[in-house]
């Protein structure tokens, strides 16, 4: 919950985004960027999807089902990402990977663009 959470809350809250497509839109991006310090929960989350990787077993589940494939199909603006990634990273909260501005702002890029979730290097 708590990236997914924050980045939702901050989304939503500031720039207006719908909420259940917004929080659809972050989970696997979310999951991504914390597979690395979470592996027994990502390991659990692939086997309940029948997929070799969580994050990207939430992107297709997402895809299949239609929801929204990006932040920009549900009305986010390129040049808001640098200030949502400050505003997620201003205020210190728990998250099973440490919190940083260019992680959140790497996560968010990809969000953006739909991508699908890749590991997170910053």
Request: net charge neutral; proline share 11%; aromatic share 8%.
């Amino acid at each position: 919950m708590a990236l997914h959470h924050k980045l939702c809350h901050t989304l939503g809250g500031t720039f207006d985004l719908p909420h259940a497509p917004t929080h659809s839109v972050i989970l696997p991006y979310a999951v991504a960027y914390n597979a690395p310090s979470a592996p027994e929960a990502m390991s659990r989350i692939a086997r309940a999807l029948g997929a070799v990787d969580a994050a990207r077993g939430l992107y297709d589940l997402a895809r299949s089902i239609e929801a929204p494939p990006s932040l920009e199909a549900i009305g986010l603006k390129r040049a808001d990402l640098d200030r949502a990634a400050d505003l997620a990273a201003a205020n210190p909260y728990w998250n099973p990977r440490p919190i940083t501005r260019a992680g959140i702002r790497e996560l968010l890029e990809f969000a953006f663009t739909g991508q699908p979730p890749e590991p997170y290097h910053a």
